[in-house]
């Protein structure tokens, strides 16, 4: 099994900034693709942004892309995900996920392991 932990949520004003981590262990770090993926009160969880196992390539979805964007640090064996110009929409719990396939998935399915989550909420 491999272990997600996720740490970085709060509360910040629209327009502000966050960074999030995601420390991992078990399996060689090196060895998965990572995602965060958020979801809302009552809503469904939707992907937002996803990093290649070397770091070399990124995917986003369109709602956050110039905005967000991720990294990792295989040594470290942790994954960031830099929050820029928040807005109210985007506020929910946000989890990190491992994928051992070879290129990391948009949809939940496609992930075998999950961080518990952190919440982030941005104020109006």
């Known amino acids: 099994q491999v272990q997600l932990v996720e740490s970085g949520g709060g509360l910040v004003q629209a327009g502000g900034s966050l960074r999030l981590s995601c420390a991992a262990s078990?399996?060689?770090?090196?060895?998965?693709?990572m995602g965060w993926f958020r979801q809302a009160p009552g809503k469904e969880r939707e992907f937002v942004i996803a990093?290649?196992?070397?770091?070399?390539?990124?995917y986003y979805a369109d709602s956050v892309k110039g905005r967000f964007t991720i990294s990792r640090d295989n040594p470290k064996k942790t994954v960031y995900l830099q929050m820029n110009s928040l807005k109210p929409e985007d506020t929910a719990i946000y989890y990190c996920?491992?994928?051992?396939?070879?290129?990391?998935?948009?949809?939940?399915?496609?992930?075998?392991?999950w961080g518990q989550g952190t919440q982030v909420t941005v104020s109006s």
């Open positions: 996920a491992a994928d051992l396939g070879l290129r990391p998935g948009v949809q939940s399915k496609d992930y075998e392991y």
């Open positions: 078990g399996r060689t770090f090196s060895s998965y693709g």
């Open positions: 990093i290649s196992r070397s770091g070399s390539s990124a």
